[in-house]
């Protein structure tokens, strides 16, 4: 099975053709996520809110990534793999961008990384890109600045923010990432920037008018949301109600084994009665 290329995303823009991604976080969530048939699965920091229970993907170190992301890339044979820098490793300097985002391909076997920011990332995402390592930008809405950002707001909104969003993807482009990630801007703003690049843009909570969409895992399933340490974003749409699901098979799980109604002898294994008698002399 050949693995899809950055090249076949970027065709996918040209054909006019929607580009499908979605987060996983493990082994079973990637060959699930494949079988279904995305392009691209993303190796989200927001692993940190959605699987470790942090209150927002600060906290979220390297070791922690690079553990998720080795196993949904032994998930994925055909799908992109892109692994999310974390927070503070590709901020300090290049060398330090440098250096995580070779790890996320040499230990975590992703093929590619994104990372958060505009323009002033520019000059990192060019040293990525001529080392070899393919860069897929993140612009809006950035959770790792969600301190400064002062909440989970629609960014992009004054002429001003507007602008200055353009010029971010505009930067990024020139800077040699292949795909941006709009997050959480006003849907004609992110169709207007989604016709002036040349490469694909990933929506989400950004409309219709980008080249694909992205969802994360949990919300597009309603699994386990009504317990994790962040709201459902408007721009969610739940598919399935797999939390349910799940909930309802252990409550009848634990029924089933204090009433000793499971395991039953369908779930057991026999012995050969001989066997046993045998030992039970022995023991007497």
């Not at 691209?40 to 906290?59: A, E, N, Q």
């Not at 032994?74 to 974390?86: A, K």
């Not at 330090?96 to 990192?124: I, P």
């Not at 707001?153 to 993807?169: C, H, S, Y």
């Amino acid at each position: 099975m050949a693995r899809i290329t950055v090249a076949d995303i970027q065709a996918l823009k040209s054909r006019g053709e929607k580009i499908v991604m979605l987060t996983a976080y493990d082994f079973p969530s990637a060959r699930i996520a494949e079988e279904a048939g995305v392009d691209m699965v993303l190796v989200g920091d927001s692993l940190g809110m959605v699987v470790l229970g942090y209150d927002s993907t600060i906290p979220v170190t390297m070791e922690e990534m690079l553990h998720h992301t080795k196993a949904v890339v032994r998930g994925c044979q055909r799908s992109i793999v892109v692994g999310d820098l974390p927070f503070m490793s590709y901020q300090a300097s290049v060398e330090d961008a440098l250096r995580n985002a070779g790890r996320f391909l040499q230990e975590g076997g992703c093929q590619a990384v994104k990372l958060e920011g505009g323009a002033h990332m520019a000059e990192t995402v060019r040293r990525m890109v001529q080392v070899g390592i393919p860069v897929v930008g993140h612009i809006g809405l950035t959770p790792q600045s969600i301190n400064q950002l002062s909440g989970y707001k629609v960014q992009g909104k004054t002429p001003e923010a507007a602008e200055r969003l353009l010029e971010d993807a505009i930067a990024l482009e020139q800077a040699g990432a292949f795909a941006i990630v709009l997050e959480t801007i006003p849907a004609p703003l992110a169709e207007l920037v989604s016709r002036r690049l040349r490469i694909p843009t990933i929506g989400i909570g950004a409309g219709a008018g980008c080249d694909g969409q992205v969802q994360v895992w949990h919300d597009l399933l309603s699994y386990a949301t009504t317990f994790l340490p962040r709201h459902i974003p408007r721009h969610v749409k739940q598919y399935a109600d797999v939390g349910a699901a799940i909930r309802q098979a252990i409550e009848q799980y634990a029924a089933e084994v204090r009433a000793g109604t499971f395991p039953t002898t369908k779930e057991s294994f026999a012995m050969n009665a001989a066997v046993l008698a045998g030992l039970a002399e022995t023991k007497a």
